[in-house]
């Protein structure tokens, strides 16, 4: 089992309306989560970290987090073609500073 | 406020050649971390530096590959004897600061190795 999972895509949505990204981990003692956006041949850029249980919001983004289950969301609200991209689900382990990553799903927005 | 800087961004070489990469951390930043990436894979943990010690090294450096940082600011990762399967991105990124904030990591643009 891999530590973060993900499904790759892609998940293609149209404009305006709401991607859902989901995450899920393995190593149930982890406490920081995050989500990047990479485009194509760029490195991954942060858009939001959470760790507590619940919802996060930051303009048209909002993580979700449920320890209990070992899962995170991601909710791209009124989505624009610019927001296609690969987004990776981060987890830091407990012990360590390394995060570990999914291998990221693709999300297109068609006009 | 700079972001984190790597240079090359790009470098083609000959297999068996060595190749060594540089990271500018964010200024304020006393973590450094390097990643590996692949085609259709996420970054892969190589190695990470708090200061200039390194306190953590994944099972992918292999003994080819090594990394400083001497001085508690940039840092060079070297690979030796490149193969092939060295082909991809090399990513480096930094924290800093207390609690949640030192966990969050900020990546520079990466230096993409081609080994022919």
């Known amino acids: 089992q891999k530590e973060v999972e993900q499904n790759s895509g892609p998940l293609s949505v149209p404009e305006g309306a709401i991607a859902s990204l989901n995450c899920t981990y393995s190593?149930?003692?982890?406490?920081?989560f995050f989500w990047y956006r990479q485009y194509s041949g760029k490195s991954p850029e942060l858009i939001m970290s959470?760790?507590?249980?619940g919802d996060k919001e930051d303009g048209r983004f909002t993580a979700q987090l449920n320890k209990a289950s070992q899962y995170v969301s991601l909710l791209i609200r009124d989505s624009q073609p610019s927001d296609s991209a690969t987004y990776l689900c981060?987890?830091?382990?407990?012990?360590?500073?390394?995060?570990?990553f999914g291998k990221g799903t693709s999300l297109l927005v068609t006009p | 406020d700079t972001g984190v800087s790597q240079d090359p961004r790009h470098k083609i070489t000959k297999r068996g050649q060595n190749v060594t990469f540089r990271c500018d951390p964010i200024?304020?930043?006393?973590?450094l971390y390097w990643y590996r990436q692949t085609l259709g894979q996420g970054p892969e943990f190589l190695t990470y530096?708090?200061?200039?010690?390194?306190?953590?090294k994944s099972r992918l450096l292999s003994d080819r590959f090594s990394a400083e940082r001497p001085k508690g600011s940039f840092s060079t990762l070297e690979i030796q004897r490149t193969e092939q399967g060295d082909s991809a991105m090399y990513l480096c990124?930094?924290?800093?600061?207390?609690?949640?904030?030192?966990?969050?990591?900020?990546f520079g643009p990466g230096t993409r190795l081609t080994v022919l």
């Open positions: 990124a930094s924290s800093g600061g207390t609690g949640s904030a030192g966990d969050t990591q900020y």
């Open positions: 190593d149930r003692g982890s406490q920081s």
């Open positions: 959470i760790y507590s249980n």
């Open positions: 981060a987890v830091k382990r407990n012990s360590g500073y390394a995060l570990n």
């Open positions: 200024s304020e930043h006393n973590r």
């Open positions: 530096f708090q200061n200039e010690a390194q306190l953590e």
